[in-house]
């Protein structure tokens, strides 16, 4: 039956045939060595994508508990002057609305600038990083490409300014924006990048700084994880202002404030930035309030961080003021702005939220439906058939989404009409899963580009060697979790053995 | 199980189909990306291979073609990959050859009996020959194979490392 049983080739067959049965054992004992390997790196990598995601899945919850710590730190500070409590207070604060006396859109700008002056705080002139001047030109962008890669640190002076300026340009856009291909002839879209700056460099080395000739689309999480998540973001507003009519970011799940205290980028402006870091916090959030939702290229390609769900609605979203979204993890609450429970502005509040949300959060499902994504703990599962009738009603033809890692940075769903692009290499690890970008030419047929960010360039890894580091290390995460909830466990599992055996049964 | 077995051989077997099914549940779930039962087609040679079974390229698309079902949209259900690859795993089917069929093998390439094959011969045999290796596999199983001082496969050592990491 199988070639296994064909056993050692008699002596009296001629050779060739002899070569080809020798050849053909070594390749299917060797694909079994492959595929073994491929299964080792499944499990690691699900053991990366469960923590990650019990990580988030937590995120509605402890929003809450911010709400509460915010109130009574409030109240605890009406009776103190410690400015140590004052300015947390004044950090937890930002995922509110605007407050309701700053409706006025001239009040709320002043407001802002009066607290994020960028006059208010002198550059030294010690200071050797990079300087900023308006209207900013590319050069200034090589400039700070230079400044980042010998590890400067833009003084906070010239970020603010930068904020503000950005802040302006993507205020004067609405919550979609539309590009066209017409002159270009192409249009790059890039995906997560999480900080890492080495991914940046290497899209911008491989394909070219931002143009009119180049244009890019940034599909939102430029921020949080990775340890450069500055110095992303400034790059891309960076390159934004110089080319407003080329560049077009897309706010995704992680340009918000709440996701920012627990993911890494406040506690990243707070060591770079110290005593200015208040003020850069503030203003960042700002900024993402005033990011669009989503990039139509075309009239053909809808970019889009998460995705859709049944309820999404392109000319529904185009009413939204996406500024009042600090926080996207905010539910509106009826109780807190005196609303009823059956009151239609609650209901509204409640729609419009949950079409931010389902943009910013989804993820495909190879089953048909829409569900709760109860993975993630935010969004919705679209399955192809959602797809498929979303596109035809807005007349696209491909919905291009972000944030879920993958193993070759990108992967095609829905029979080719959804496709995901990550462009954070070694995302989990070290050798676990290649960047990409997007390159749709004049024909929109989209064709990608991987790569892998390494420190020891040059230094090929073969496939085992990668297996068994990543592996390690999702093993060594996975302990750490297990310590951390070493007591609860321990409750647990004792709640299940009263005789205090020590075994569980199965 | 044939009616012949006695009643503890009968309860043997029920072990043994117990673990074989758990093995294959296991195997099965680490390439289901949505939990939902099902598997992408392409992953099946995956999962058979990572159950320790060596079909040719052929006899893999012989089983392919018969748990693929007319409206799979791409997607393998575990209900009919299950009773399939247990049939497999109980008649022990595609076993993978020993290290010493691995080395005869190797030795029928090694023409000049040099005890060693160059790069060159070892891809001109792996990718013009049997199921040839795309240049992934190629790539990928030169780097491990060949002696970084002697720059060629010393294929009997190669054999006994890849034994012993398989285990």
Known sequence: MGCGTSTIVPANEPSAQKTMKAALLIQMWYRRYLA???ARRRYTWNIFQSLEYADE????????????MISQLHLSSENSDDNQQNSLLSLLRMPSRPDTEMKNGEDEDANLYKHTDPQTIVVPMTYKGPRLDYPLKL?????????????QVLHAHYLLELLHETRRILKMNSIISHVHTRISQQVTVVGDLHGKLDDLLIIFYKNGLPEARNPYVFNGDFVDRGPNSVEVAVLLFACLLVNPLSVYINRGNHEDHVMNLRYGFIKEIMTKYKGHATKLIRLFGDVFSWLPMATVIDDKILVCHGGISNRTDLDYLKTIDRHKY???LRPPTSSRDGYDSDDSDYNDDITEWQQVLDLLWSDPRPTCGCSMNTFRGGGSYFGPDVTKSFLAKHGLELLIRSHECKPEGYEFDHDNQVLTVFSASNYYEVGSNRGAYVKL???????????MATKQAGRKLTIKQRVSYVEASALRSLREKLYASKTILLEEFQKRDPDNTGKLLS | M?????????????NLTDEIGRKIADAFD??????????????IPNIIRSLGCCPSEAEMQDIILEIDEDDSNGYIRYEKFRPIMTKILMERKYRPATEDRILKAFQVLDTDNKAYLTQDELKEYMTKEGDAFNQDEMDEMLSAAVDPEKGYILYKEYAALMTVEDT
């Open chain 1, 441 to 451: 030419g004049a024909n929109l047929k989209p064709r990608i580009v991987q790569y």
């Open chain 1, 36 to 38: 073994r390997l491929e």
């Open chain 1, 326 to 328: 600090i926080s996207i």
């Open chain 1, 139 to 151: 050069d200034h962008v090589q400039c700070l490409i230079d400044a980042f890669k010998g590890r």
């Open chain 2, 2 to 14: 044939s009616e012949k077995n006695s009643e503890e051989g009968k309860e043997n077997a029920e």
């Open chain 1, 57 to 68: 899945q937590d995120q509605l919850r402890l929003y809450n508990f911010f709400n509460d």
């Open chain 2, 30 to 43: 680490v390439f289901d990306h949505d939990s939902n039962k099902t598997v992408d087609v392409r992953e």
